[in-house]
Nanobody
Framework: VQLQASGGGLVEPGGSLRLTCIASGRTFSRQGMGWFRQAPGKEREFVAQ???????TFGDSVKDRFGISRDVVKNTMYLQMYSLKPEDTAVYYC???????????????WGQGTLVTVSS
């Protein structure tokens, strides 16, 4: 399985951006996909995830500003980011794994990351 993340870039505070993650290769039922991010000098942080049923969960710092969706047929996941803040600056990684319970995904595969920079 390979994951390809894209869509990062430079955006001004208050702006919007959409990230895309495409999964290729072997996939399996009851899978979930999600986004994590890591800022310089900080630990990886959970951003959002979505299960094969469409159930979504969000990190506290983004839940009122970000949206997540997926196209099951295309094995593609999207992260729509609104009202971006400088503290959203990070490398964003997408992951794919098994849904093991309500709101719980065990990740098996990771993409290479895409850099989002929020700055004026």
């Amino acid at each position: 399985v390979q994951l390809q993340a894209s869509g990062g870039g430079l955006v001004e505070p208050g702006g919007s951006l959409r990230l895309t993650c495409i999964a290729s290769g072997r996939t399996f039922s009851r899978q979930g996909m999600g986004w994590f991010r890591q800022a310089p000098g900080k630990e990886r942080e959970f951003v959002a995830q979505i299960s094969w049923t469409g159930d979504a969960t969000f990190g506290d710092s983004v839940k009122d500003r970000f949206g997540i969706s997926r196209d099951v047929v295309k094995n593609t996941m999207y992260l729509q980011m609104y009202s971006l803040k400088p503290e959203d600056t990070a490398v964003y990684y997408c992951g794919l794994g098994r849904v093991v319970g309500p709101g719980r995904i065990e990740y098996d595969y990771w993409g290479q990351g895409t850099l989002v920079t929020v700055s004026s």
